[in-house]
């Protein structure tokens, strides 16, 4: 009776704009109450219109009426909120448009709490109440409102459906089931849920464990980007900071050209300078020598000609011009010519630099990734020319067929000392870096020991000592398939993997850098893969090879 009277209560102070209790409430001329604020919004709308209307009774008022607090409603709204019961539950609301409401209740519907599917019908938190504490309500099942229980009735029979028809995929009720869908194979609703609930089981199993996989690749993707965006931004500054350097390099040359011209100039001016000064004292003082011969002669006393005449001072060396040899006019022309010819190398070289820049830039692919070749021909589009280094050569391995081919000698050759020769291992790598997509392919002889080791490695493989860190595919830093009389196998990290496939005297390697695939095989007629590794290489990588006594590897020329 309490909780009606509240409920009561709460109805009677509640606005009929908002339905919630109401706040600093007002009472217009027709003796309706509002809250201030949701009436004067309700009048706004109607201010063009110049007449005002209560929402309830619709009477009019003209001009708007100026609205005061209802002080007895403002203290009963405030006394009812002291009572606790303005938290009611959300349960008690009463329903809107978007809601399910109770079926049991009448004049204005709460919302529904719950929908019974054996009653059909719903209801809020009051009318819940026998389903929750009658035995009789136990077996109904109570399942969140729903306004599609009606969908549950059988339109031929008006029957609860709680069979289903495998045969037709439908739900039926149960005369349906000894009528018109006799001799199908029907179940109850239930066992056929429970088949169902198991393969949707069985199919979230499979979407969480897509979703796992998906979320790893994005995860991959995401890092992907990052590897992309960093070491294209490295990419950048060193360039700029390479190319800043180039520019100032450049600049400091043409600065001391610049000096160096000035420098001869100079030097040239002056000499020229100090020359025709010489000259000009000299016709000076002819000028002054002729004069007095030009007197002498002018004498008309023959005693005083003959006087005078002995004291005339001989003349001076003659600095005459035709002693002069004066070069054609190219004084810096050559200069000139010469870093013409500069200009012209350096555009060779940055134009060829540009080239291959772009041939670079255009291997780096994260997701369109061209497939691995099968063909022999296909392999021969990335054929790579390579050489060995003598620099790194071991001491014993003599370089032949333009450093192409390797033999182990029993003396040592004259090598010049270097710091990158491997000093124990039979050893050598290439002078050529290897990124991008690569293949190459060695010629193998196998002698009396018959071990040939075909290799890549990073070029900070250790060379000094004759340790695993120095042995091709005894680090994490090489690579290597030994290849003996009649059978491969494949080391990495000090671990051997046997490789089955035919003996050839060919290896074909194929080298996919940012796809971090390294493949290796036997070539003949077919291509016969050997060994595959999928791993991150991290640095450009250098073709090796190791060698026994007796035993001689070739680089193959496949151009």
Not at 522 to 538: A, C, E, G, K, Y
């Amino acid at each position: 009776m309490a909780q009606q009277e509240n409920q009561l209560d709460r109805e009677i102070l509640s606005c009929p704009i908002c339905l919630d209790l109401l706040k600093d409430p007002v009472a217009t001329g027709c003796g309706h109450s509002y809250c201030k604020s949701c009436i004067n919004t309700h009048w706004d709308k109607e201010e063009e219109r110049g007449s005002y209307s209560c929402p309830q009774c619709r009477e009019t008022f003209t001009p708007r009426p100026v609205l005061g607090k209802n002080t007895m409603l403002a203290a009963l709204v405030e006394e009812l909120k002291k009572t606790g019961l303005q938290a009611a539950p959300a349960d008690h609301c009463y329903a809107g448009p978007e809601d399910v409401a109770c079926d049991v209740c009448t004049g204005r519907k709460l919302k529904a709490l719950k929908s019974c599917l054996v009653c059909l019908a719903s209801y809020c938190e009051k009318h819940l109440q026998p389903h929750l504490q009658s035995a009789a309500f136990k077996k109904h099942k109570l399942v969140e409102p729903s306004e599609k229980l009606q969908e549950n009735i059988c339109s031929r029979h008006d029957e609860v459906m709680k069979m289903f028809c495998r045969t037709d995929q439908q739900c039926i009720c149960y005369l349906c089931s000894v009528d018109e869908h006799k001799g199908h194979d029907t179940v109850s609703a239930a066992a056929e849920r429970t088949e169902r609930q198991r393969e949707l089981g069985l199919r979230r199993q499979t979407i969480q464990q897509r979703v796992k996989d998906t979320e790893k690749d994005v995860k991959l993707l995401q890092q992907e980007e990052e590897a992309v965006n960093g070491s294209a931004d490295k990419a950048v500054e060193d360039s700029e900071e390479i190319f800043t350097e180039l520019i100032r390099l450049l600049e400091k040359r043409s600065s001391d050209v610049k000096q160096q011209i000035r420098s001869q100039q100079e030097t040239e001016v002056s000499r020229v300078r100090e020359l025709q000064e010489r000259l000009e004292q000299e016709i000076t003082e002819l000028k002054r020598k002729d004069h007095e011969l030009k007197q002498l002669s002018d004498t008309e006393d023959h005693n005083q000609f003959l006087r005078n005449y002995p004291s005339l001072s001989p003349l001076s060396e003659s600095t005459h011009s035709s002693s002069i040899s004066i070069r054609p006019l190219r004084y810096f022309e050559d200069l000139t010519a010469a870093v013409s010819q500069v200009r012209g190398r350096l555009q060779d070289i940055l134009s060829e630099t540009e080239t291959k820049i772009l041939q670079i830039v255009s291997q780096v692919d994260v997701l369109l990734r061209q497939p691995e070749p099968e063909t022999r021909a296909d392999f021969l589009k990335y054929s790579q020319e390579i050489t060995m280094d003598p620099n790194i050569a071991n001491r014993r391995l003599l370089l032949s067929e333009g450093n192409r081919k390797v033999t182990l000698m029993r003396e040592e050759q004259s090598y010049s000392n270097h710091p990158d020769r491997f000093t124990d291992n039979h050893q050598v790598l290439s002078r050529e870096s290897l990124t991008g997509r690569c293949y190459w392919e060695v010629e193998v002889e196998l002698g009396w020991c018959g071990g040939v080791g075909v290799a890549v490695a990073y070029k900070n493989i250790s060379r000094a000592g004759n340790s695993h860190e120095c042995s091709f595919g005894f680090n994490n830093k090489s690579w290597s398939l030994s290849c003996g009389g009649n059978s491969y196998s494949f080391d990495y990290n000090s671990i051997t993997t046997p490789v089955s496939g035919p003996v050839s005297s060919r290896v074909g390697v194929y080298l996919d850098h940012s796809a971090g695939v390294l493949s290796f095989y036997s070539v003949s007629d077919t291509m016969t893969l050997l060994h595959r590794v999928q791993t991150t290489f991290t640095l450009p990588l250098y073709a090796g090879v190791s060698v026994s006594y007796g035993d001689t590897a070739k680089f193959c020329k496949l151009k």
